[in-house]
């Protein structure tokens, strides 16, 4: 280039003003790149922590569900327990009437079989079937004991009627 003196001092003065400034402008286009990489990284940790909580309230919702429904289901059993106990009681206490009911007899003689009547009462002659325990929810299997009440009404000549009830068949 043939520069001398204060010319070439010049020269190399405005060549390392132009590289100066090419350095800044390099570092400021890399902070620029840096800040919008943090925003963008502080963005995706935003959407992170919003898709955990969503996340979490919906397990939280099941949770929530979950414990709605057992305690339905513990519901549901109780009730089912409450009116079998109802069942096993309406049917003891039909079961009592019927072998404690003391008929009249206006004639005052034998007129069915396995019965005797004297004067204007008539009960019931022969040997009694064993008798039941009753139910002990502590010690005892539901299935297995309403089985054994249904095997006992059967060896005793009752009959299942219509909804499942026992109907005896000597009166």
Not at 5 to 23: N, V, Y
Not at 83 to 99: N, R
């Amino acid at each position: 280039m043939g520069f001398k003196g204060t010319k070439l001092r010049d020269f190399i003065k405005e060549q390392q003003d132009l590289d100066r400034e090419e350095r800044n402008r390099l570092s400021k286009e890399q902070d620029k790149q840096r800040q919008h990489d943090r925003i963008q990284q502080h963005k995706n940790e935003q959407r992170e922590r919003e898709k955990e909580q969503s996340e979490e309230k919906q397990r939280e919702y099941q949770r929530e569900k979950d414990e709605k429904d057992r305690e339905f289901e513990v519901e549901q059993m109780n009730f089912e327990r409450v009116k079998m106990d109802f069942e096993l009681q309406m049917k003891a206490t039909a079961v009592k009437k019927a072998s404690s009911e003391v008929g009249e007899d206006e004639e005052g003689e034998d007129n069915k079989e396995g019965s005797v009547a004297s004067g204007h009462t008539r009960r019931r002659i022969g040997v009694k079937g064993p008798k039941m325990p009753c139910f002990d929810e502590r010690s005892h299997d539901m299935v297995s004991f309403l089985h054994r009440i249904e095997v006992y009404a059967e060896s005793q000549g009752w009959s299942k009627g219509h909804r499942g009830l026992y109907i005896c068949q000597h009166s």
